[in-house]
């Protein structure tokens, strides 16, 4: 069995006044956390009042089964066990080993007695030479919580021979104990960092091949995806990213935290933190939780409380927390759930019985799942935003019709027709195999926008086999592979002829609100100046300094847009993210394009952006653009005047993206907080540069 490593959970634990645990609280939190990026979980650690259920089996019995529920099993699991004598320590790992063959176990030194090294090198031989099960078995080396017992480097060496002993949590109170402790990192023994604010110290000490072998265990971690983002990060030895996700870290410790008294801060705020963030799903209210052990509980003052809700409210737009969503009060992905709510779906019925459900997948509009069927792998996608910035409908179901011919400009009574489609609340788009659609999507098994089947709009799609271009790319330079010149080069080609194949979809307006199509709209100047206008007016408000050139720089190419004379449908979001990918030995294939949300009737030269910002200008230096326009160029000419037009659309999505983070950074003032996130565009110089 693999030793535990890479971004460590310390679970807190929502129990009652009578010590039960909360079944619906500490579920949801760990499938929180798990969505959060942690590879593993200490449930009873320090900071789950390890020491308070040290004599409560059964208590540790529920919520490793909770646990083991919620995780699916996938993720490693340590639990506490912290006591006073060998023989308790003992017991209870045996009892728990039996039911329990998968998780692991921490132990402690003596909590309450101070005891000389020998002694605590006898304590820890006597447990570890009497146990009879294959479980791992790591220590916890923190002398200011275990009555001042620090496990010295000549003891963790004696006590090394014992195969079940397969790492240390060390506090990272000594610097010096805890090079040698890292000088034993191998594939059979791994180092956890205990100390949140020393994660970055922690990795400066271990050299980058053995980093894989070692662990931060995090108690913020029950809240926010930071700490495993430090992990990966320090994995990559990209330090500026390391240090400015340990001063995030820091910086959120001390506005979630409830720091007026020491003991129990942690506990105290981030139980406070996570309540807040769920509260409109909780059957039970927070004042009638108990929130730490009764030796703890401190009531939080009215100006903690604001400050860890404006933290947590501003983490959550910063997707530094992946929020849960739900379908009425319940999670979406428990089984039983999931069958008796699309029980009445008869096309998902004869999918056969549900065998595995992924998810959730991270979006901002949508709330994404997979779930394998016994006849079919499905993608469930609900859209779960209550502000959806575009036509509240189903896109797709108006897409299809165009994309396999059915409808098309030339279509009479088009407006009619469109019409039919957008009131209708309830159906399915299955392509014919002779009549495949332009461009590969997969079938719309079955949508609903009554929002009486669950409370949201959504849509069941199959599931196009691949994974998103991006993560092919982000994979081989991770990894430090070159990217082979040859295949990507095939398949950015490949993506411009896709593209190009969608631009052959001609309408003979633009529309950029799709349930118009048919009907007279603006023309694509008013609709170009309009949204230019409002962009203008927000940098004028976040006093930008370019604006008269900007509008010179469009009055002075407007004709080009106004001369447009064809018009194209287009995707409007076409970057690496949203086209999926399955590699095979000699090539890549493009298996499909997913996310329509923002589709429209426009210029072809608007879906040239987010591809060339988002996907091709990391890639720079392979000069795979040019592949790309080499493939579009197969079904349209790309001349001056359309590079021109790429141009002004670019400059108008820039200065989007430039108010958006002139509002993050107002927001980031208003609140206090640094704003330290690196940015993969610097949209201001990109700007200046367009301009200059």
């Not at 919620?70 to 506490?80: D, E, L, R």
């Not at 994309?403 to 489609?421: A, E, F, R």
């Not at 495949?436 to 609903?448: A, F, M, Q």
């Not at 949204?531 to 050139?549: D, P, S, T, V, Y």
Request: aromatic share 12%; hydrophobic share 35%; with cysteine.
């Amino acid at each position: 069995m693999q030793t535990i490593s890479g971004a460590i959970c310390d679970t807190v634990t929502f129990y009652e006044k009578d010590f039960e645990i909360n079944e619906e609280l500490n579920s949801l939190l760990i499938r929180h956390i798990l969505t959060n990026g942690a590879d593993s979980l200490i449930l009873f650690g320090n900071t789950g009042e390890g020491i308070l259920f040290s004599d409560k089996l059964d208590k540790k019995i529920k919520l490793i089964n909770l646990a083991l529920e919620a995780s699916g099993g996938k993720n490693p699991i340590m639990v506490g066990v912290y006591s006073n004598e060998v023989e308790n320590s003992i017991d209870q790992m045996e009892d728990l080993a039996k039911r329990f063959n998968d998780i692991n176990f921490m132990i402690s030194p003596p909590i309450s007695e101070k005891i000389s090294n020998e002694s605590l090198k006898l304590y820890f031989e006597n447990i570890l030479g009497a146990i009879n099960f294959k479980n791992q078995i790591y220590l916890h080396n923190n002398p200011d919580q275990f009555a001042g017992n620090e496990i010295e480097p000549e003891i963790l060496n004696y006590l090394r021979d014992f195969p079940n002993l397969k790492g240390l949590n060390d506090s990272f109170y000594n610097i010096k104990n805890c090079k040698f402790y890292i000088q034993l990192l191998n594939d059979d023994f791994s180092v956890h960092c205990g100390m949140e604010d020393s994660f970055q110290n922690f990795f400066q000490l271990i050299s980058l091949e053995e980093r894989r072998f070692s662990g931060i265990v995090s108690s913020i971690g029950n809240l926010v995806n930071l700490s495993s983002k430090l992990y990966y990060f320090a994995l990559e030895d990209k330090i500026l990213e390391v240090h400015q996700l340990q001063d995030q870290i820091n910086d959120i410790r001390n506005k979630i935290y409830d720091i007026k008294i020491n003991e129990g801060k942690e506990r105290r705020g981030l139980k406070y933190a996570f309540l807040h963030l769920y509260k409109e799903r909780l059957k039970t209210p927070i004042k009638e939780i108990s929130i730490i052990s009764p030796k703890r509980q401190i009531d939080l003052d009215e100006i903690t409380k604001g400050r860890i809700e404006a933290t947590v409210n501003y983490l959550v737009n910063q997707k530094q927390i992946y929020q849960l969503y739900f379908l009425g009060k319940k999670e979406l992905y428990q089984f039983k759930e999931i069958i008796k709510t699309f029980s009445n779906v008869d096309v998902l019925i004869e999918q056969g019985k549900i065998k595995k459900i992924i998810g959730p997948f991270d979006a901002t509009i949508n709330t994404i799942y997979r779930v394998n069927f016994e006849n079919n792998h499905l993608i469930f996608r609900f859209r779960t935003c209550e502000n959806f910035p575009f036509e509240n409908i189903v896109k797709e179901k108006l897409l299809y019709p165009f994309l396999d011919g059915t409808l098309s400009g030339d279509t009479d009574n088009l407006t009619g027709q469109v019409n039919s489609i957008v009131s209708s609340k309830m159906g399915a788009y299955i392509f014919h195999k002779d009549k495949p659609p332009i461009v590969s999507v997969g079938n719309l098994i079955y949508y609903d926008e009554t929002k009486e089947t669950v409370p949201y709009i959504f849509t069941v799609q199959d599931y196009i086999h691949g994974k998103p271009l991006l993560w092919y790319l982000k994979q081989y330079l991770n990894e430090g592979i070159t990217l082979r010149k040859t295949k990507f080069l095939n398949l950015f080609k490949d993506l411009g002829m896709v593209l190009g194949k969608l631009h052959n979809i001609n309408f003979e307006s633009p529309y950029e609100n799709v349930k118009d199509i048919g009907k007279k709209k603006d023309s694509l100047l008013e609709i170009f100046d309009k949204k230019l206008e409002n962009q203008i007016q927000e940098a004028k408000r976040h006093k930008f300094e370019f604006i008269k050139e900007i509008r010179d720089y469009f009055r002075d190419n407007e004709a080009l847009i106004e001369d447009q004379i064809d018009f194209a449908l287009i995707h409007n979001d076409f970057q690496g993210q949203n086209i999926i990918v399955k590699e095979e030995t000699a090539n890549f294939l493009v298996n499909g394009l997913i996310d329509f949300d923002d589709w429209c009737v426009g210029c072809r030269a608007q879906d040239f952006v987010k591809i060339e910002y988002l996907t091709l200008k990391n890639l720079e230096k392979y000069n795979f653009i040019d592949a790309f326009y080499e493939g579009y160029s197969k079904y349209h000419a790309i001349n001056k005047d359309f590079l021109k037009k790429i141009e002004l659309y670019k400059l108008l999505w820039l200065l989007k993206e430039l108010n958006n983070e002139f509002d993050i950074k107002s927001r980031n003032e208003q609140l206090k907080l640094k704003h330290t996130f690196p940015l993969t565009i610097d949209y201001e110089n990109e700007i200046r540069r367009l301009l200059f």
